[in-house]
T-cell receptor, first 114, second 113 residues
């Protein structure tokens, strides 16, 4: 298995809703990432998990809450989002334990906040 | 602070042309450089990964080179096809950012038949 799987592919949520994005990989990668991408912009780093511990939080608002329950799974919990949070949310993984560090990205979740 | 620049921002070519996409970075202290392809509204597909100790990587019609000392990489696409139309992103893993990738803004390529 050489894929990063993200669910759902599309999500529409109201500003008072609570939802979660899910990311899964079975490549044995021990680093996982959340990126946010607005239209016609490059991806921007949100969070880095290394060996299931949060190692980087790029000053992301607290309405975004990451969770890494195990080495294969990464969640992003969403609460009280704003319309400007509408974007493509990308999950990625890499293998720091092998020194390769090449990233594998998922296909993303297209989030619309109404 | 590491910055990544891609030139040109957009490129239109007829089918069959060979083309070069450019990427430059300001800090040569990188672990690796990775080229990605992104189709509209989709995720990123990794094309080539060049470790800091390597000079180039090849995959099919694609060849990427890395000159770390001058802070430059090029992606060469041979015999372009309409299916190559996409945005191409260059990203570096820089010592200042741990294992996070720093992206350029991308080159949007359009290949006409």
């Amino acid at each position: 298995d050489t894929e990063v799987t993200q669910t759902p592919k599309h999500l529409v949520m109201g500003m008072t809703n609570k939802k979660s994005l899910k990311c899964e990989q079975h490549m044995g990668h021990r680093a996982m990432y959340w990126y946010k991408q607005k239209a016609k912009k490059p991806p921007e780093l949100m969070f880095v998990y290394s060996y299931e511990k949060l190692s980087i939080n790029e000053s992301v608002p607290s309405r975004f809450s990451p969770e890494c329950p195990n080495s294969s799974l990464l969640n992003l919990h969403l609460h009280a989002l704003q319309p400007e949070d509408s974007a493509l949310y990308l999950c990625a993984s890499s293998s720091p334990q092998t020194g390769n560090f090449g990233y594998t990205f998922g296909s993303g979740t297209r989030l619309t906040v109404v | 602070k590491q910055e990544v620049t891609q030139i040109p921002a957009a490129l239109s070519v007829p089918e069959g042309e060979n083309l070069v996409l450019n990427c430059s970075f300001t800090d040569s202290a990188i672990y690796n450089l990775q080229w990605f392809r992104q189709d509209p509204g989709k995720g990123l597909t990794s094309l080539l990964l060049i470790q800091s100790s390597q000079r180039e990587q090849t995959s099919g019609r694609l060849n990427a080179s890395l000159d770390k000392s001058s802070g430059r990489s090029t992606l060469y696409i041979a015999a372009s096809q309409p299916g190559d139309s996409a945005t191409y992103l260059c990203a570096v893993m820089s010592s200042e950012a741990g294992t996070a990738l720093i992206f350029g803004k991308g080159t949007t390529l359009s290949v006409s038949s």
